[in-house]
T-cell receptor
Framework: EDQVTQSPEALRLQEGESSSLNCSYT??????LFWYRQDPGKGPEFLFT???AGEEKEKERLKATLTKKESFLHITAPKPEDSATYLC????????????FGKGTRLHILP | KAGVTQTPRYLIKTRGQQVTLSCSPI?????VSWYQQTPGQGLQFLFE???????NKGNFPGRFSGRQFSNSRSEMNVSTLELGDSALYLC????????????FGEGSRLTVL
């Protein structure tokens, strides 16, 4: 069964303090790994798609990387506006093509 | 370009009632997916529609149903509501089926008393 586990559940950082969020996955034939950002009271906002091990994507202070077992979302010199819940999702090639979401990491950046 | 629009944004129902939620996708998007989000379970897939046909279905009981119209707008219905159905129901649209690059609405928050 496809599974996605995100860690830590919550993370508090000082403004400017870089860190990484982890997304571990178990899937039959990865078709894609997706990162989303969700602000309170809003729907998730799509950030990145990664398809194969070694791939990296960047957007402003965020960089996503992918290995065969996990993905990292690196946040460099974060600002308070980066505070949000970050969700990871995977799509396997097992046949049903469902998108499986992790439970997310709640990130809080202190000014 | 308008985003995904969900109505109503908030609603309160009692056990045993039924509810219908509506979703208007981004113009040009023909695929609509529905998700249930709760603090304990996170985002769970309900179903996906493309060209008025259900293409995929999650592991939810038959009380949860949906449909898509010819203009790509979608509705989902939950019958015989239970307390555990209280959740944020999110609709997402995409240009193609079976993609993880989804554009979500702000959701309909359902409270069942």
């Amino acid at each position: 069964e496809d599974q996605v586990t995100q860690s830590p559940e919550a993370l508090r950082l000082q403004e400017g303090e870089s860190s990484s969020l982890n997304c571990s996955y178990t899937v039959s034939g990865l078709r894609g790994l997706f990162w989303y950002r969700q602000d309170p009271g809003k729907g998730p906002e799509f950030l990145f798609t990664l398809y194969s091990a070694g791939e990296e994507k960047e957007k402003e202070r965020l960089k996503a990387t992918l290995t065969k077992k996990e993905s990292f979302l690196h946040i460099t010199a974060p600002k308070p506006e980066d505070s949000a819940t970050y969700l990871c999702a995977v799509q396997g090639g097992g046949g049903d093509d469902k998108i499986i979401f992790g439970k997310g990491t709640r990130l809080h950046i202190l000014p | 370009k308008a985003g995904v629009t969900q109505t109503p944004r908030y609603l309160i129902k009692t056990r045993g009632q039924q509810v219908t939620l509506s979703c208007s996708p981004i113009s040009g998007h023909r695929s609509v997916s529905w998700y249930q989000q709760t603090p304990g379970q996170g985002l769970q897939f309900l179903f996906e529609y493309f060209s008025e046909t259900q293409r995929n279905k999650g592991n939810f009981p038959g009380r949860f149903s949906g449909r898509q119209f010819s203009n790509s707008r979608s509705e989902m219905n939950v019958s015989t509501l239970e307390l555990g159905d209280s959740a944020l129901y999110l609709c997402a649209s995409s240009t193609t089926v079976n993609t993880g690059e989804l554009f979500f609405g702000e959701g309909s928050r359902l409270t069942v008393l």
